[in-house]
């Protein structure tokens, strides 16, 4: 399965689909992030860009493999090419209640310590009355469109972003997101929030510059902001020892 993708994320009980889906099917990779057709989730990992000529990381557009599989539980791994690293990803259901959590382990089987910068990169739909509600976070930087502008993030339809247009936001350097919601009243709250070492957070709308209808990309990370090497200057890149797994998680839920 290539990057791992995950397509669906289904409320059963109010029948609604809350993953984006792509304008096209997703094409031979040929190292643009645009033969996804800017839908469904994918990782994002040892960047998003920069590091090279990488576009949103390199583990997107290679197979994943399988461990394991059943009703309340999948594990997958992916070894990064550029650096040899093993990431795993399981996803583990909820038991009798609308939630699930994402576990992540990343392992260096090299000799040296190496340093990196991951995020989730999960585009929702989004609908002119949906609502983002953020705990921890009060000031945004604006870093798509240029240029820089720290300010509060938009209360409007789409975060005031116009049709045909997108913009992306990330959290100021010094404050951590506690949690975030993207709400609607048709649909109700998707609920995210994290283990203490993802403490950066990236907000992408797509109001159909790319995506065939509007949607948002919530992209909790290590690493400050979208450049691994912009991480490691500014001390915010994760980094890990070998033989000595980094792990972290996040938490989904639905009300």
């Known amino acids: 399965e290539f990057g791992g993708r995950i397509t669906a994320l289904r ?26 057709g800017f839908g469904s989730w994918y990782e994002m990992f040892p960047t998003i860009f920069g590091f090279g000529d990488m576009d949103h990381g390199e583990i997107w557009q290679i197979p994943w493999f399988v461990l394991n599989s059943n009703e309340q539980l999948i594990e997958m ?38 340093s990196f910068m991951w995020t989730c990169h999960p585009l929702f739909t989004l609908f002119p ?29 789409f975060l005031g972003v116009g049709r045909g247009q997108g913009a992306k936001w990330w959290n100021a350097r010094d404050e951590r997101f506690e949690s975030i919601t993207l709400r609607n009243q048709r649909h109700g709250d998707l609920v995210i929030s994290a283990s203490p070492e993802v403490q950066h957070v990236g907000i992408w709308v797509d109001n159909q510059i790319y995506s065939s209808s509007p949607s948002i990309a919530i992209e909790p990370a290590i690493g400050w902001f979208d450049d691994l090497n912009l991480a490691i200057e500014n001390g915010t890149s994760g980094r890990v020892e070998p033989k000595i797994p980094q792990t972290w998680s996040l938490f989904f839920s639905l009300r």
Do not use: C, M
């Not at 992916?78 to 576990?103: D, H, M, Q, W, Y």
């Open 77 to 114: 791994e992916v070894i990064a090419p550029s650096s040899g690293l093993k990431l795993a990803r399981s996803i583990t259901l909820g038991e009798n209640r609308p939630e699930f959590i994402v576990s992540y382990s990343l392992t260096n089987s090299g000799s040296e310590p190496l």
């Open 11 to 36: 409320d059963i009980a109010r029948g609604h689909d809350w993953i984006a889906k792509p304008n096209r099917e997703f094409l031979q990779p040929t190292g643009a992030f645009s033969d996804t």
């Open 129 to 157: 009355d949906s609502e983002i509600l953020i705990n921890g976070v009060k000031n945004w930087i604006q870093v798509d469109p240029l240029p820089l502008e720290t300010s509060s993030l938009p209360n409007e339809p």
